[in-house]
């Protein structure tokens, strides 16, 4: 029997795109991002790369709840964790984005269905704070720590203080907020590009956290945790080997990355994180040119399935 951990989802919500695209407006400081050429094919390709990777998840028994997006005015609409997410207990939080088009993300029957099949308690929605200016990107800005109750965050126009602070008071998380950059100098847009934290180990780029501060709060917290913390260089995380993660499969649990981040890990990494997970590397090379990967395309349900 499988041994179930709340930090691996066994069930995600996914978004398969009919038009996508990448996004102009979150391109200023989104430094993963690429041009797209020829939308039409980056289109189709997209959406064949989504239906794939679900057939490959639902094979390893984890659970998918696919949403179609016909939408053209969403271009990121197949990165559904930052929008929302959801938590132990019965909770659902709705996030602040900070690109105008983003917000069109949101959708209310994504919602209603996770009421309908889950035991949804209450839907704490932060948007409101788009005016003011505070944005908080979800589990793009932050990386869940579900067992320790610890939220990583890098220092970023996307990722609020406040809000922040609003959110790990609401949901009992503590948060932990260091900054880290590109090889450029360039603020990280995300946290879940540069770490990803799993139930007995955890995938860090700690050469693009700046100075010795973050260094200081994450590692050290993290191998407190019993986590085995695999370091990533610079090249690695560029090519998403940090925006993965953990799910649920039938038979034990699974780390869902891109096959992009598998062709960059080295044997002796691949043979940590497979001490502790099966590896599932998905061919998702066109929306990667959105400046996300895997883990940006899932977003975990963490709630309690009704009878």
Known sequence: MPVYSPQAPAAVVMVRPHHFTVNTQTAADNAFQRDVLDSSSHSRRAYE????????????GVG???FEDEGTETP?????????????GGHIAIYPMKAPNRRKERRADVIEFLKREYRV????????????????????????????????????DRTNPVALERFCTHFNFEPIVFPAEDGNGVPIYHTNVLMCVATDFALIGAELMVGSEGWRKVVPRLEQSGRDVIALDRDQIARFAGNAIELQGDKGRVLALSRTAYDALRPEQIARIEAHARIAALDIGTIELAGGSVRCTMAGVHLAPRD
């Open 64 to 66: 998918i709840h696919l």
């Open 76 to 88: 990121d609409a197949v990165f559904p964790n930052n929008w929302f997410s959801t938590h132990s």
């Open 121 to 156: 308690q209450d839907v704490i929605d932060y948007s409101g704070l788009e005016p003011d200016g505070l944005f908080l990107e979800g589990t793009g800005s932050m990386v869940l720590d579900h067992i320790d109750r610890v939220a990583y965050a890098v220092n970023s």
């Open 49 to 60: 790369e989504i239906t794939r990777a679900v057939d490959v998840l639902r094979k390893l």
